[in-house]
């Protein structure tokens, strides 16, 4: 029996030519072990918000979405974050020779970045993990898990014949373990996406930085992968852009 899960979630969108201008697709390791604590925080942040779901893109105050995200910080997880300039991803020259829509050969590719690397942080701590996707509520999920199940996981780099197990897909808003995988996903775009006002707003992956994967103390490559090393940003860009430095 696995005896953690790695939740998936993701922010922005990664449509060609109407997509925003980053896609960030997020997974949030927990122990099973380390659940009922996590779900008795985020009731906790409920109540205290009056909300009924913690989905950081639809929280408008700024004083909610700090405190949801300060009190997540002190639970126990770790998460990787894939990140993708969508302005610098070349999907005719990626994929000419394929038939499949572009956007969802590019979404599959951006998938086995983040469980390349979370097999990595599975073998590296002794663990197992189930896989909990965000459901869409389309035939798509049923394609994804296949792709995972049949193509991914047996991925020869991903080392992984005993680290998955079981691999499904709910709704974020009913299970409460997606809704942290949302924080981490939507904390990382607001990190790149420059909003409607200008700027952008790194100040809750600042918070969060400590339970970013890292391998060997590092962590780009690994916590912060970016889908291609041309879509690194460079630092003038956080700091021309960020409302909040670090």
């Not at 981490?184 to 790194?202: D, F, R, V």
Request: charged share 25%; glycine share 4%.
């Amino acid at each position: 029996m696995a005896i953690a899960t790695l939740y998936i979630d993701e922010a922005g969108d990664l449509g060609i030519n109407r997509g925003s201008d980053w896609f960030v697709l997020a997974g949030v390791l927990i122990d099973k072990s380390e659940e009922p604590h996590i779900q008795s925080v985020l009731r906790n942040i409920k109540s205290k918000t009056n909300i009924n779901e913690i989905h950081l893109r639809k929280m408008q105050s700024f004083d909610k979405k700090a405190y949801a995200v300060a009190e997540l910080s002190k639970c126990k997880f770790e998460y990787i974050t894939i990140i993708v300039d969508t302005n610098k991803l070349n999907i005719a020259k990626l994929y000419e020779n394929y038939t499949e829509k572009p956007s969802i050969l590019s979404y599959n590719h951006v998938c086995r970045y983040l469980l390349e690397r979370a097999s990595w942080l599975l073998r590296d701590t002794g663990r197992t993990a189930d896989i909990m996707l965000s459901s869409r509520g389309t035939s798509r999920d049923a394609d994804l898990i296949s792709y995972i199940k049949n193509k991914l996981i047996p991925f020869e780099r991903n080392e992984v014949s005993n680290c998955f197990e079981k691999v499904i897909a709910k709704p974020a808003a009913s299970w409460d373990m997606l809704q942290l995988a949302d924080v981490c996903a939507s904390s990382m775009y607001n990190m790149h996406q420059i909003n409607a006002l200008g700027h952008t707003t790194p100040c809750y992956t600042y918070r969060l930085y400590s339970h970013l994967y890292r391998y060997k103390g590092t962590l780009l490559r690994y916590g912060i992968k970016y889908y291609d090393d041309s879509m690194i940003p460079g630092k003038n860009y956080f700091i021309k852009n960020s409302f909040c430095q670090r």
